[in-house]
């Protein structure tokens, strides 16, 4: 399995430019999300989605959108790239409760790493 | 609302010192706690969580709600311990899509 993958791996813009990340997980898990993280700062959650066909805003949605059309891919779209969205940006996803009673983990991908000029 | 923090940005010790990474939270309800761990070049994976009470890889970290503390621990430190460590809280979304509210990390070298 090749668990979590993101693409593209790094990219360049110039402010105003619009680009799409794309994340997929071969795990069947029903939960992704993502984060982006900055220098300083821990990981923050932008979007998330509970299910395919589903999307809800995290802690820092403003400047992206998202969409879940297939269940395992969550596509992170950025429609007007500004400086300040230049960012690490990991997907992950997770599967509900585990037998113990406990939250399943989440698994990560390896990240994006987006600069806006 | 809920948070988490991490006092220490770096931290440095040598090896076969013990080593300690510090984490408080502020969570309302009963909190579910995890340190994560993004060694150089790999993506970030689960170390381990309170409710398991296990060691992984000689770390442990016991849950203090008095405190209000999940600080990091292991005896002897270790080269290959050297990474970047978060501590995470689980707070409820929706369901039992779980948020992650992550710390700032501590980023952990252990000398030679």
């Known amino acids: 399995n090749a668990g979590v993958t993101q693409t593209p791996k790094f990219r360049v813009l110039k402010t105003g430019q619009s680009m799409t990340l794309l994340c997929a997980q071969d795990m069947n898990h029903e939960y992704m999300y993502w984060y982006r993280q900055d220098p300083g700062m821990g990981l923050r959650l932008i979007h998330y989605?509970?299910?395919?066909?589903?999307?809800a805003k995290g802690e820092v949605p403003d400047g992206y959108n998202v969409s879940r059309l297939k269940k395992q891919n969550f596509l992170l779209g950025l429609e007007s790239a500004a400086p300040s969205q230049t960012s690490v940006y990991f997907c992950a996803s997770s599967n509900g409760l585990a037998r113990t009673g406990s939250y399943n983990e989440q698994f990560f991908g390896p990240g994006t790493r987006l600069t806006v000029l | 609302a809920q948070r988490v923090t991490q006092p220490e940005k770096l931290l440095s010790v040598f090896k076969g010192a013990p080593v300690e990474l510090k984490c408080n939270y502020s969570y309302s309800g009963s909190p579910e706690l995890f340190w994560y761990v993004q060694y150089s070049r790999q993506r970030l994976q689960l170390l381990l969580r309170h409710i398991s009470r296990e060691s992984i890889k000689g770390f442990t970290a016991d849950l203090n709600k008095g405190e209000t503390s999940f600080h990091l621990k292991k005896p002897f430190a270790q080269e290959e311990d050297s990474a970047m460590y978060y501590c995470a809280l689980s707070g409820l979304l929706s369901g039992s899509a779980r948020q992650l509210t992550f710390g700032s990390g501590t980023q952990l070298t252990v000398l030679p």
């Open positions: 989605s509970v299910g395919e066909g589903t999307t």
